[in-house]
C-alpha cells in the first residue's frame, strides 16, 4: 500500500463513520467535532486535558471544539467535585438521546456500502483487527 492509497481509505473508513451517526437533514460537525463528540460520548465526565491526551489534538484547539459544541447543546461542562480546578465535560441529554435515536449499526452501513451482510462482517473484523495493531 502506498500513502495515497492509505489517505483515501482513510478518507472513506471517515465517511462511513460519518453515516453511523448522522441523518441527512443532520447539521454535519466537522471532522475534528465528531472525534471530540465520540471522545466525550465514550468517556463522559473526562477532563479537557484526558480528550487532548487521546484526540491527539492540541489543548487550545480542543477547548475552542468543547465551547462551540457546548454553545450547540451538545455538550456541557461543568467543575469537576473532586478538584475544583478542572473543568468536566459531559455529552448532553440531546446528544444521548439523538445518538440513541438516529444510530443504524455499522454493519448497516458497512453492507450497503459494499453491498452485503456477509462482506460487511468480514471487513468489521479486518478493521478490528488493524485497530488492535494501530490504536496501541
Known sequence: MDRQRMHR????????????????????????????????????????????????????????????LTDQGLLTTGVDPADRRRIVIEPSVMLVSATRRRTPPLTDVLSDALGGEASATEVMAMLDELAELLLR
Not at 22 to 40: H, K, R, Y
Not at 54 to 60: E, L, Y
Open 9 to 68: 481509505l482513510g478518507r472513506r473508513l471517515v465517511k462511513l463513520s460519518r453515516q453511523v451517526h448522522l441523518e441527512p437533514q443532520d447539521v454535519t460537525p466537522s471532522p475534528a467535532e465528531e472525534l471530540i463528540l465520540g471522545d466525550v460520548m465514550l468517556y463522559p465526565g473526562s477532563a479537557v486535558a484526558d480528550v487532548v491526551k487521546r484526540t491527539g489534538f492540541t489543548q487550545g484547539y480542543v477547548s475552542k471544539c468543547v465551547a462551540a
